[in-house]
């Protein structure tokens, strides 16, 4: 499994969105760009962590960074996810690969059927991610999880980026 490193440069990470094609080489956020990586319509969890990103997003773009959301699911699953959801400010990106989510050192699953919202999780679907990517493409921070669980909350998030923004903090974890 591929292990990033803060500091380093994050691996090219292109893909399409509901509102056209997207890549981080092409994105100029002040601070940073924040990828979320969610594991799909099929998961409540992931539906009400990105409800609070949404609901968050102008203080985030306030602080200089750009924010998209992105998982493995089908272009029609991730405009259900959208829609259904009521995410109305957020960049949701789509059909990241296996290739990708390896590439980022996200776990994938196998999907088992049903979940407990009634909705047929894909056979295949990338776990979550969270990443802060600085402007010049090295990563700043990562959290990645097996479980759709104990996530990075965003109000926590908006104070660290304000930290990281006023003490100039550096990128730590970088000895692995």
Not at 94 to 113: K, N, V
Request: proline content about 6%; hydrophobic content about 40%; charged content about 20%.
């Amino acid at each position: 499994m591929v292990v990033l490193k803060p500091r380093a440069a994050t691996p090219e990470l292109a893909l399409n969105t509901l509102t056209g094609a997207w890549s981080l080489a092409e994105q100029t956020p002040e601070n940073f760009t924040m990828i979320v990586v969610y594991r799909g319509l099929h998961c409540p969890k992931c539906r009400d962590y990105l409800k609070e990103l949404s609901r968050l997003a102008d203080d985030f773009i306030a602080k200089g960074v750009s924010i998209i959301a992105l998982s493995s699911d089908t272009q029609e699953r991730a405009q259900r996810a959208s829609t259904e959801w009521e995410i109305e400010n957020l960049t949701m990106g789509y059909g990241l690969t296996p290739e990708q989510s390896q590439a980022w050192g996200l776990h994938r699953s196998a999907g088992r059927g049903l979940t407990s919202i009634g909705i047929e999780e894909p056979a295949e679907f990338t776990e979550p991610g969270f990443f802060l990517v600085r402007p010049d493409g090295t990563l700043y921070w990562s959290n990645i999880s097996t479980m759709p669980f104990a996530r990075p909350h965003f109000r926590e998030v908006l104070g660290a980026v304000d930290f990281a923004i006023n003490k100039n903090y550096p990128a730590r974890g970088e000895l692995i």
